[in-house]
Each structure stands twice: as structure tokens, then as C-alpha cells.
């Protein structure tokens, strides 16, 4: 699948024609802003959901057009195993989880520690509204409008030191609201890293909404990663703490299975689960069953962008 550049992308493929000038008016007021509470244009979501806080950004030119995950979808059939293993548990618990106040530490190989508030944390830089696929490695897919910006921004803010060559992601352990923590399937905290040059590729996302609202708290609020080439447990949901460090960190699912799960672990259907083929996919929310499976691209479509930062790597011993 190839990644359109914002010219190529027609406002009728984003919105309903008839909601189209309020809500450009209304992205490009946010985007200034960062952070958007004031009118915006009555559709589906907002009926769906009247409650629920705006945050919205500018599209930016790395959204993939194909047929968005229904939102019940994205926000009901969850991977997190902080609130259960079951695909329903993360929506069913997860509204127990305070997500203010809250705050991200930033340390190790950065010249500005700093503990940062998420208010601070949401105001950074701008927003950016990015349409993307993610596959998890169990073998389904979803197209999620994402709002957030790249961690680059961030990255670049603390000055990492010469010896920074990882960034881990550590997430957030509330025994009284996350019932799974009472489980032994992973070592927690939940913890995620990656290389600090694929942190800085701009599609690697600090996400803080989808569909135009902030994150449901089973999705990850209030802040997680957004990496999509990579399967879907990379992406940290509910981060408390960004360490840069000199050595590969010690990342929760390879520690938990090493043969199972490597530490790149992009999305590759020429290596197969030991258990189960990567080969293809199905789209949650719009493959029937019985319906022939999509075929698994390499680094999920996103080859074009990211190959680069594998170049002379054994993808299949680094898997
Ligand atoms: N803290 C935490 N983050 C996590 C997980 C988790 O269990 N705990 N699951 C991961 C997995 S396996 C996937 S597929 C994605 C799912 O994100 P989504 O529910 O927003 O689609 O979150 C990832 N991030
Ligand atoms: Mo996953």
C-alpha cells in the first residue's frame, strides 16, 4: 500500500463533504493551539460519544487511505494485558484508571531531564492527525485515525547525549484499577524500546488520540507510542516514562518469550510465528470469518519509509 502526500489527498477521502470546511477551519485552529476544546462540527462521533474531550490536528501528509476501523471496533476489541487478556477486558476495566493527574518522566541519556505534565507534554508541538494500519502479531489488523506528533519532536527537545542509542518506553502500574497485574503472563511494568534512530523516523508517533478525541483510557491514555510498521505490541499504551539509554534495553514480551518475540519484531510475513504463519491478516471490523485473508506486507506498507533503517540487517535473524 503506498502512503499518499497530502496533495494527493482529497478532502471528500477524510470527512463527509458536508462537514469538510467547518472542520478544516476547526483542525487549523487546534493545530495552533495543540490541544482544542471549542466548537466542532456535529457528526457521528460526537453524537456517538457527546462526553467525550476533542483533540484534533492538522492531517499530515503520511495518512493511508483505506476504509477506517470503526471506532466501536478500535475501542472494544483491545489488546491490554494490564486490565486482563480478553479482547473485551481492556473497555470493561479500563475507565478505572485515573489518567490526571499524570506525568512522564524523561531520563537517562538526555542532557534536559524533566519530569513532564501531560498538559505540558500535550502542548509540545502540534498536532497531527495520521491515518494508520496496525497489525498485531496475533494476526489482525486495523486502520486507526490517530491524532498526536511525531516523538522526534520530543526527542529532539532533551537533547539525547552521544551515548543515547535506545529509548524504552515504561508504562504505567496501578494495581488498584489494572486487575491483570495480578496475573504472570508478562513481567511488569509493561516496558517497550526501540532503536533511538527508528524513534526518530517521523512516523513513530506520540499518540494522544484517535477519531478526533482524546484516548479512550483502554486504547492507552493519556499518551502512547504509535509505531506502525512495527506489530502492535511495540506500541507502549500508557506511558509514564521515556528512558534513553546506551544498550538495548530489556523489552516485556522478549523477556517473556525471546524466540517468540524480537526485539525489532516489524511486521514481516516472510517470518512466521513459531507458532503460526505471519503470511496474512484480517481486518477486525470488516473481514467476515470465512473470508480469504489480506496478505501481510512487509513492514505492514510502510517498506517505502523505514526499509532504509534496516539496510544490511538479517531481518530474519533480527527479527
Ligand atoms: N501497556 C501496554 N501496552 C500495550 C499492550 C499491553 O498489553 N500493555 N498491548 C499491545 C498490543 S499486543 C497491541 S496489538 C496494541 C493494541 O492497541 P489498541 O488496543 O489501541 O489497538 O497495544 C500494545 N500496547
Ligand atoms: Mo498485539
Not at 10 to 27: K, N
Not at 102 to 111: D, I, L, N, P
Not at 218 to 234: I, L
Not at 278 to 301: H, M
Request: aromatic share 12%; with cysteine; charged share 25%.
Amino acid at each position: 500500500m503506498r502512503i499518499r502526500t497530502p496533495t494527493e489527498i482529497l478532502p471528500s477521502e477524510i470527512t463527509r463533504r458536508e462537514c469538510y470546511e467547518g472542520r478544516r477551519v476547526f483542525l487549523r485552529r487546534a493545530a495552533a493551539l495543540g490541544l482544542a476544546g471549542s466548537a466542532f462540527p456535529a457528526g457521528e462521533l460526537l453524537a456517538q460519544n457527546p462526553a467525550a474531550a476533542r483533540l484534533a490536528g492538522a492531517r499530515s501528509g503520511y495518512s493511508a487511505i483505506e476504509k477506517l476501523t470503526p471506532y466501536k471496533d478500535v475501542t472494544s476489541y483491545n489488546n491490554f494485558y494490564e486490565f486482563g487478556t480478553d479482547k473485551s477486558q481492556p473497555a470493561q476495566f479500563a475507565h478505572k484508571m485515573a489518567t490526571r493527574p499524570w506525568t512522564v518522566a524523561v531520563e537517562g541519556e538526555v542532557r534536559r531531564k524533566k519530569v513532564f505534565d501531560i498538559d505540558e507534554l500535550l502542548k509540545l508541538a502540534p498536532m497531527e492527525e495520521r491515518i494508520y494500519r496496525m497489525r498485531c502479531v496475533e494476526g489482525w489488523s486495523m486502520v486507526i485515525p490517530w491524532v498526536g506528533y511525531p516523538i522526534a519532536e520530543l526527542i529532539r527537545r532533551v537533547e539525547p547525549t552521544g551515548r543515547a542509542k535506545y529509548i524504552a518506553f515504561v508504562t504505567h502500574t496501578d494495581p488498584a484499577s489494572m486487575v491483570g497485574l495480578r496475573l504472570p503472563v508478562l513481567d511488569w511494568p509493561y516496558v517497550e524500546a526501540l532503536r533511538l534512530d527508528e524513534a526518530m523516523h517521523p512516523l513513530a508517533l506520540l499518540g494522544f488520540g484517535l477519531y478526533g478525541e482524546v484516548l479512550p483510557n483502554q486504547n492507552g491514555a493519556p499518551v502512547r507510542m504509535v509505531v506502525p510498521w512495527k506489530y502492535g505490541f511495540k506500541s507502549g499504551k500508557s506511558i509514564v516514562k521515556i528512558l534513553f539509554t546506551e544498550h538495548q534495553p530489556a523489552t516485556s514480551w522478549n523477556v517473556a518469550a525471546a524466540h517468540e518475540y524480537g526485539f525489532y519484531s516489524n511486521v514481516n510475513p516472510a517470518v512466521d510465528h513459531p507458532r503460526w504463519s505471519q503470511a496474512s491478516e484480517r481486518r477486525i471490523g470488516e473481514d467476515g470469518f470465512f473470508q480469504p485473508k489480506r496478505k501481510t506486507l512487509p513492514f505492514n506498507g510502510y517498506a517505502e519509509q523505514v526499509a532504509g533503517l534496516y539496510a544490511g540487517m538479517d531481518l530474519k535473524k533480527n527479527f
